[in-house]
Nanobody, 124 residues
């Protein structure tokens, strides 16, 4: 059973930066594509970014493209989300997720394991 633990969330002013981390254990992290999603109150869970098993391919949601960067360190079983130029609308709970496959995917239904989430709040 794969376990995912997010960290790095918090309160930041608009225009600032945060880096989220997601530590994986209990599975084959290095052969799993990973993703980040977010959810605000009253809204559906939204795709943010995904990365393939080797880290050579990434894909982003339109709302974060050019501002967020997903990366991974397979030696540390960790995936990261660097968030720059944060906006008020980036406020949400951010979730890390893992697939059983190698390929990056934006489809929520293709993720098999989820972390508990970490709150990111952007203030004006």
């Amino acid at each position: 059973q794969v376990q995912l633990v997010e960290s790095g969330g918090g309160l930041v002013q608009a225009g600032g930066s945060l880096r989220l981390s997601c530590a994986a254990s209990g599975g084959s992290f290095s052969s799993s594509a990973m993703g980040w999603f977010r959810q605000s109150p009253g809204k559906e869970r939204e795709f943010v970014a995904t990365i393939n098993w080797k880290g050579g391919y990434t894909y982003y949601g339109d709302s974060v493209k050019g501002r967020f960067t997903i990366s991974r360190d397979n030696a540390k079983n960790t995936v990261y989300l660097q968030m720059n130029s944060l906006k008020l609308e980036d406020t949400a709970v951010y979730y890390c997720a893992a697939t059983r496959g190698l390929g990056a995917t934006p489809r929520l239904s293709e993720y098999d394991y989820w972390g508990q989430g970490t709150q990111v709040t952007v203030s004006s």
